[in-house]
């Protein structure tokens, strides 16, 4: 049996769009993987230079890093909110600025 020829358009057209977005989306998300992996062993690095200068113990670099891991959900739950309510592009400014906020 044979398909219809407006279907095969559609699809067609579904393929442009999902290759376009495809192709905004996925350099956009693995700079973000890559920011994030960064961030991860930035934080390793950093346990490593703070528990021989500071003499700081398992302990307390793991309630350090949870308190900041805290204040970074928060930050983040705050700017959801705010996305929702006011609009994306005003939610992902305060996210990036909440984001940088915390790393100071």
Do not use: H
């Not at 996925?26 to 950093?46: H, K, M, S």
């Amino acid at each position: 049996m044979a398909r219809p020829d407006f279907l095969d358009s559609t699809l067609s057209a579904e393929n442009k769009l999902y290759n376009k977005a495809a192709w905004r989306l996925i350099p956009v998300l693995f700079i973000c993987y890559v920011a994030a992996y960064l961030d991860r062993v930035n934080v390793g690095f950093a346990e490593l230079q703070m528990k021989t200068d500071l003499k700081f113990s398992d302990t307390v670099y793991g309630l350090g890093a949870g308190i900041f891991f805290i204040g970074y959900f928060f930050s983040k739950c705050r700017a959801i909110f705010f996305s929702k309510k006011s609009g994306l592009g005003y939610g992902l400014r305060e996210s990036w600025l909440a984001g940088a906020l915390s790393l100071v």
